[in-house]
């Protein structure tokens, strides 16, 4: 598995260069699949890599401080948007111009920001188990302080998981630090209650919005407010929970969404590289 040089990074939190390191799948289009705060492994993306890897390079990317990637030891409120430029210049160290989007959690609130940064790379966008609020005092408050107390409430099997994946002496410090920024970016006073500051209805690629009906981390009126922003974009998966596309009563539901979005992008469609 290859790894890419930045010359920097914002979310890095240091100055100089940044390996990243990236997996690599099939051949065609690329598609790059941005995931969560956990990190990769808990919600891997296995499953769609089978449905959509005959037509499409599936990229899978480990964000500074995840995985094989180098760590970090802060992570700003602005964690988001910085995670989006380190994205950009991953794609301009891999010589990648044009690219469909595919973010999950975090990642999918980093998926919807270059899509309104940077439409022109951009044809399709999935978003899948996003977040609108930047406060979440209902789904999510309570979560984020048991996790930056006690991440071993996740459970001994997302525990070895996370700990096989980061390292078992530095997976409790990522996943803190997410759960404590995320109580901070609630805590801030910003023009805007959402994670986009007022500019979700700006989005112009192709965009779909997955999400399970049965995701914890969902605020009652969130799924409304993307709704209100994207008028019929977003798709809810029935019995599915924070990670559709990992999971087995769902995962094929979820393909076959996704697939009809990116079949219905001309960009995408030839199925070559855009190199």
């Not at 700006?202 to 605020?219: C, I, M, N, V, Y």
């Amino acid at each position: 598995m290859p790894f890419a040089t930045l010359p920097d990074s914002p979310l890095a939190g240091r100055p100089g260069p940044v390996r990243l390191f990236y997996r690599q799948y099939g051949r065609g289009f690329p598609l790059l699949f941005l995931h969560g705060g956990w990190g990769y492994q808990v919600y891997p993306f296995g499953k769609q890599i089978d449905a959509v890897g005959r037509d499409f390079s599936v990229l899978i990317p480990d964000r500074s401080g995840y995985g094989q990637s180098g760590r970090i030891e802060s992570l700003p409120t602005d964690f988001h948007h910085r995670a989006a430029a380190e994205t950009v210049a991953l794609l301009d160290a891999l010589g990648i111009t044009k690219a469909v989007l595919w973010g999950h959690s975090d990642g999918a609130v980093i998926t919807a920001l270059l899509g309104l940064g940077h439409p022109e790379r951009f044809p399709a966008v999935v978003m899948e188990a996003t977040h609108y609020y930047r406060d979440k005092p209902v789904s999510s408050r309570a979560f984020f302080q048991e996790m930056v107390s006690n991440p071993e409430s996740v459970g001994e099997r997302i525990c070895a998981t996370l700990a096989a994946e980061h390292g078992q002496d530095y997976w409790k410090q990522i996943v803190s630090l997410n759960a404590d920024t995320w109580l901070k970016i609630a805590a801030e006073n910003r023009a805007t209650p959402d994670l986009y500051g007022g500019q979700l209805s700006q989005l112009k690629p192709a965009a779909l919005f997955l999400h399970g009906s049965r995701d914890p981390r969902t605020e009652p009126d969130e799924l409304a407010a993307i709704e209100r922003e994207l008028p019929g974009a977003l798709r809810v998966i029935e019995g599915g929970g924070h990670s559709p596309h990992s999971e087995d009563a769902v995962s094929s539901q979820v393909s076959h969404l996704a697939e009809k979005l990116l079949s219905q992008v001309p960009t995408v469609r030839k199925g070559l590289p855009p190199y």
